[in-house]
Structure formats: structure tokens, C-alpha cells
């Protein structure tokens, strides 16, 4: 497949040489030279399979509408702009593309929110949760995208309150802890990357998946489908 990568820094330069090893043809456009969107023309994009967004929430909406316009699917990996899911979402059932994003496409993460679920029921027994998430000194939000899924996994009740403590360390990959905490024990969950890899791995796949299907999803819902 031809696909365009935008974005250029650790994480999609390493979705880039993934895409490469898969057999995919893949060309990379630096935010620097995209500005406003400016380069995502529909007549540029016509050859392209898939566009990958590995960029930043500043810049990440306005590259959504413009691929979406432009009739293209999508692979996004930026995080910072939920809020705006259901829009994208009416966007993509518009233009009828398909569309692809999650907050962590790295399966062990992923195999990780399945703990957190199965452990969320500690909730009502008086465990107190907190969540703890550690990454890179250049990381632009705060809490991550994976804290904020692992909250939404662990609060089902207004009465409590799940808290996320965010750290940004020198050159940190992530790191994401849930600590239910009670009078008699602590419960301890962790999920610790040592490289970037897993993220690339599982964006690939998700390229792959995406290709020849309509429609919007959450890459937690379906990364078990992806072979």
C-alpha cells in the first residue's frame, strides 16, 4: 500500500521503518511542511491508501477534516482531542471513510486495559484508585491518552473520584501505574514500555486492518481482530 505518514518524530519515524519491513511504500510530511493543513490537497492525497497521524493535538483536527474530505481512511496515534469524537466521528460517516484512533496501539497496553477492567470491581469494595503515568520530557499532554482510557475504565461511579498523577521525565517511553489502595492491602497494576516498538507494531497493524473497511473505531475494540 501507498501510505503518508504524518508526523516525524520517535514514534512515527518508527511506524515509518515498521510500515517499510510490511512491504508498505510510505512517505513521511514534517509538520513544517504542512502547515494549516495546507499540504492535504485531494489532488496530492488521490494516490494515497491510508494517511498515519503521529503529530501533535494542535494540528491533528484540521489534518482529520482535510483527509476526511479528501474521501482518504485514517490511522490517527495523536492524542489531546477527544473532545471532539463525536464530530470526527459524524465527519467520517459523512464521508463515508474509515477511520481508526486510540490512545495506545501497543497490544500489551491494551492487554493491560483488560486487567484494569477486570479490576475495576475493587472500586465498590472500598479500594481507593489512583493512576500514575510517566513519559518523555516532550510529551505535549498531560494526562496521556492512556491515563485518561484507564480512567474511563475505572470510573463508573460519580461518588468516586479516580485521580491521575503525570510526570514527564527526561526521555521516559510510558509508563502507566493503577494503585487500588484499602485499610488491609494495595493492589498493584503497571504497565512499563521499553521502547517504542510496540506502538509502531500495533499502528501498522491497524493500517492494515483499516485499508478496505468504512467506518469509525477505537483501536481497544478491535486490535483482537487484526492479525
Known amino acids: 500500500m501507498k501510505l503518508l505518514l504524518l508526523g516525524a518524530g520517535k514514534t512515527g519515524s518508527l ?5 517499510r ?3 508498505h511504500e510510505i512517505t513521511t510530511l514534517r509538520s513544517g511542511e504542512n502547515p494549516n493543513a495546507s499540504a492535504l490537497a485531494a489532488e496530492r492525497l488521490k494516490p494515497i491508501d491510508v494517511v498515519v497521524d503521529f503529530t501533535t493535538p494542535g494540528c491533528v483536527l484540521g489534518h482529520i477534516r482535510a483527509c476526511l474530505a479528501a474521501g482518504k481512511n485514517m490511522v490517527v496515534g495523536t492524542t489531546g482531542w477527544y473532545s471532539e469524537i463525536p464530530k470526527i466521528r459524524a465527519e467520517v460517516e459523512k464521508h463515508n471513510t474509515g477511520f481508526v484512533f486510540g490512545s495506545n496501539f501497543s497490544v500489551g497496553v491494551n492487554l493491560f486495559f483488560d486487567l484494569v477492567r477486570a479490576a475495576a470491581p475493587a472500586i465498590q469494595h472500598r479500594y481507593l484508585p489512583h493512576i500514575y503515568e ?4 516532550h510529551k505535549k499532554d498531560a494526562p496521556s491518552g492512556t491515563a485518561a482510557t484507564i ?6 461511579s460519580p461518588d468516586i473520584e479516580v485521580e491521575i498523577t503525570s510526570f514527564r521525565e527526561g526521555e521516559v517511553v510510558g509508563m502507566h501505574e493503577v494503585v487500588l489502595d484499602s485499610p488491609a492491602d494495595t493492589i498493584y497494576l503497571c504497565h512499563d514500555a521499553k521502547s517504542r516498538r510496540g506502538f509502531a507494531e500495533g499502528a501498522v497493524r491497524a493500517v492494515e486492518w483499516i485499508a478496505d473497511k468504512k467506518g469509525f473505531f477505537d483501536f481497544k ?3 483482537r481482530e487484526m492479525s
Open 15 to 19: 511506524v515509518a521503518d515498521v510500515a
Open 21 to 23: 519491513e510490511h512491504g
Open 134 to 137: 510517566r513519559h518523555h520530557v
Open 151 to 156: 480512567q474511563g475504565l475505572l470510573q463508573h
Open 221 to 223: 475494540d478491535i486490535w
